[in-house]
C-alpha cells in the first residue's frame, strides 16, 4: 500500500498533464554514473512510464524538446526542519531571545509560511524534502501539501524520540519537537503514539550528557534499541541523530537505517566503515550548519547569491538583529563564546569533512541534507552551500550527484519510488541548460521543474508577497548589498518623501545611484519597531541606526505583480 499511495494520489490531480513527452534529451543517469545521450521520456500520470530513444505516443501529448539540454532527477534535501525557519528567533535553546519574539509566535510563523519554503523548495530543482524532525502538528500540516503541484514530496517524522530535551521545549503542546523517553517502555510508546499520525519515519536525538562518552552511550542504549526494534515492527525506518563515533557505531549496530549527520569527535576507522557498508546504512553529513551557527551568533552573517534568490526573507532578513540586539551585554557574551571556541569547532569540522572523504571514497550510501531551519541555515539556498562543502571535502561531481538525488530516496527507503529517472517512478525531473555532470553551479540552471509529473517554470512557482517583498529589501540594505537591494523592485519605479509626498527617484537605474553609498556603508542598521499590512502595501515603523545615532521613520511600500512599484521613505 504505502508504494501504491503516491501513484493513486497523482491520479487525482494530474489530469491536465496527463502525458508528457521529453524529446532527444541527455539523461543523467546516477545510479551508473553516466550520461545517456538523445533519450525520450514519457510521463504519464505523474510516473514514468517509459525510457528510451524514438519512443512513439498518442496525439495529444505535452512534448518539451530536450534538445541540447540535460535532464536529472529532481534534487533531494534528506535533512530538513519544518519547525524552525532558519532565522534568529527559532532556537531559544541556543540564545534565548523570546522577549523579542515569543516561540509560539515563532512556530505560528512557520506554519504560516509552510506554503512559501514548499515553493522555494520546487522553484530550487528539490522536489524532495526529508523532515528529521518534526512535531504533530508539523505531520498533519505535512498531509495538506501532498496533493499541491507546486509543493515537493515531503517525507516527515514527527518529534524526534530524545535521551535529552532542552527544558525551553517543554510546553509547547502539540508543537513540541520532543519526546522525552526515560525507559526502553517509553521510547516504544513514544513510537505508537506517532503511528496514527502516519510518520514517514522515526527519528532518535541520541545526545550524550556527561563526559565520559562510552558509558553515558551505553546506558541510553537500551532505549536507542527498543524504539529501533518498535519502529522496525511497524515497518518505519530509523532516523538517529548521533555525532560521537561512539552513538553512531552503537546505533548503526542497534539497527538504525539513517544517521542524519557525520561524526564530529574522532576519525572514523574501517571498522565502522565496513559496518555501515554492510548495513547499507545512509550517513548524511550536513557540513554548514554547524559553521552557519558561528557566524550568526558571532555576529558575522553574510548571505549568499542563493539566499536572496531562494531564501526566506523574512528570516534572512532577522540574522541581522543579531549586532543590534538591545540586550547589547548578550551580543558581547556571544560573540566571546564563539571567537574562545574558533579552534574547537574548526577541529571539528576538519573531522567532519575527514571522515566523510573517508565514507565517500570507501562507498558509504551518502546523502545531501543541510538541516536547514537551524539558526543561520536558511531552506532551501543552504542546499547549495552544502554541495560546495561536500565538493570541498572531496566529493566529486557524480558522487554529488548521487548523493542529492537517488541516495536521498534511500536514506528513507524509497528508492523504488524516486530519485532516478527510469521506467515506474515519480516524474520529478529537472531539465537544464548546461551539463550538471560538469559542476554544481550548473545545477542552477534550471528551465523546467517537473514536480509529480507537472511541468513547471521555476520563475512561475513563487510570487513574493507584500511582505516578502518589504523584507527581501530590508534583508539586502542590512547586509549592506545594493543589488540584492534594488532586485525587488519595478523597473520603473517611484520612490517619494513620505512627508512632502513629492517624487525624488524614478527608476531602478536611478534608485541604484541614489543607494550607491549601500555597498561602502559601515553602519547602518532598520530595525522593524512595527509593521502594518493591508492589501498590496505594507506600512514599516524602522529605527535606523547609524554611526551618528539612532532615527525613526514611516516607510510604506506598495507592491503589484511581484514587485515593488512604489515607496515612501521617511
Ligand atoms: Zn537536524
Known amino acids: 500500500m504505502r508504494i501504491l499511495l503516491p501513484v493513486f494520489l497523482s491520479l487525482l490531480f494530474i489530469s491536465a498533464n496527463a502525458q508528457l513527452l521529453i524529446r532527444n534529451v541527455s539523461i543523467v543517469d546516477v ?33 518539451i524538446d530536450g534538445t541540447g539540454k540535460w535532464l536529472m532527477p529532481g534534487l533531494v534535501d534528506a535533512h530538513v526542519h519544518f519547525f524552525q525557519s532558519g532565522g534568529l528567533y527559532t532556537r531559544p535553546d541556543a540564545i534565548d531571545l523570546r522577549k523579542e519574539k515569543p516561540q509560539e509566535k515563532e512556530i505560528a510563523w512557520v506554519h504560516q509560511n509552510m506554503e512559501s519554503f514548499l515553493r522555494r523548495y520546487t522553484m530550487a530543482g528539490i522536489t524532495s524534502v526529508i523532515d528529521v524532525g518534526s512535531t504533530e502538528n508539523f505531520l498533519r500540516q505535512r498531509d495538506s501539501f501532498r496533493t499541491k503541484q507546486y509543493a515537493p514530496a515531503v517525507y516527515m517524522t514527527g518529534p524526534l524520540l530524545t535521551t535529552y530535551e532542552p527544558p525551553i521545549f517543554e510546553n509547547l503542546g502539540e508543537d513540541k519537537p520532543f519526546y522525552l523517553m526515560k525507559t526502553r517502555e517509553e521510547g516504544s510508546a513514544y513510537v505508537q503514539k506517532q503511528l496514527p499520525l502516519k510518520p514517514d519515519f522515526i527519528k532518535i536525538w541520541y545526545i550524550l550528557l556527561g563526559a565520559n562518552k562510552d558509558s553515558a552511550a551505553r546506558a541510553s542504549l537500551q532505549m536507542v534499541q527498543a524504539v529501533i526494534d518498535e519502529a522496525h515492527k511497524n515497518n518505519l525506518r530509523v532516523a538517529v541523530h548521533a555525532t560521537e563515533r561512539i552513538t553512531a557505531m552503537l546505533s548503526v549496530q542497534a539497527g538504525a537505517d539513517y544517521l542524519v549527520h557525520d561524526v ?55 540574522m541581522f538583529d543579531m549586532n543590534f540586539l538591545k540586550d547589547s551585554l548578550l551580543v558581547k557574551e556571544y560573540k566571546t563564546m564563539i571567537s574562545n571556541n574558533v579552534a574547537a569547532f574548526k577541529k571539528e569540522d576538519s573531522i567532519r569533512y575527514s571522515n566523510l572523504k573517508k565514507m565517500a571514497d570507501a562507498g558509504v550510501v551518502i546523502a545531501t541534507g543541510t538541516d536547514a531551519g537551524n539558526i543561520g541555515t536558511q531552506h532551501v539556498s543552504s542546499y547549495f552551500d552544502e554541495l560546495r562543502a561536500m565538493q570541498d571535502a572531496g566529493m566529486n561531481t557524480w558522487s554529488l550527484l548521487q548523493a542529492s538525488t537517488i541516495n536521498g530516496a534511500k536514506a528513507i527507503g524509497r528508492q523504488n519510488e524516486f530519485g532516478a529517472i527510469k521506467k515506474g517512478l515519480r516524474a ?130 506598495e507592491v503589484k505583480d511581484g514587485k515593488i512599484i512604489r515607496v515612501w521613505f521617511p
Open 428 to 557: 520529478d525531473m529537472i531539465l537544464l541548460s548546461k551539463n550538471p555532470v560538469d559542476g554544481i553551479d550548473n545545477w542552477k540552471t534550471v528551465e523546467w521543474v517537473i514536480n509529480k509529473g507537472v511541468v513547471l517554470k521555476p520563475g512561475s512557482i513563487l510570487k513574493n508577497n507584500a511582505v516578502e517583498l518589504a523584507d527581501q529589501q530590508l534583508a539586502a540594505y542590512n547586509a549592506h548589498n545594493l543589488e540584492a537591494f534594488v532586485a525587488p523592485y519595478s523597473e520603473d519605479v517611484e520612490i517619494f518623501d513620505l512627508s512632502t509626498n513629492k517624487l525624488q527617484v524614478k527608476g531602478k537605474d536611478a534608485m541604484r545611484k541614489h543607494y550607491a553609498f549601500l555597498n561602502e556603508v559601515e553602519i547602518l542598521h532598520c530595525n522593524l519597531v512595527n509593521r502594518i499590512v493591508e492589501g498590496n502595501f505594507v506600512i514599516d515603523h524602522e529605527e535606523i541606526i547609524t554611526k551618528n545615532g539612532k532615527f525613526y521613520g514611516v516607510a510604506i511600500y
Open 31 to 63: 545510479e551508473n554514473k553516466k550520461l545517456q545521450a538523445s533519450q525520450d521520456v514519457l510521463v504519464s500520470d505523474g510516473i514514468i512510464t517509459a525510457v528510451g530513444k524514438n519512443l512513439k505516443t498518442k496525439e495529444g501529448v505535452q512534448i
Open 264 to 318: 564530529e569527535d574522532e576519525p572514523v576507522d574501517n571498522s565502522f566503515i565496513q559496518l555501515l557498508k554492510s548495513k547499507g546504512t545512509v550517513l548524511c553529513p550536513t557540513l554548514v550548519v554547524a559553521g552557519n551557527y558561528m557566524r550568526a551568533l558571532g555576529g558575522g552573517y553574510k548571505p549568499t547569491a542563493e539566499d536572496y534568490h531562494y531564501a526566506h526573507p523574512t528570516p534572512l532578513n532577522s
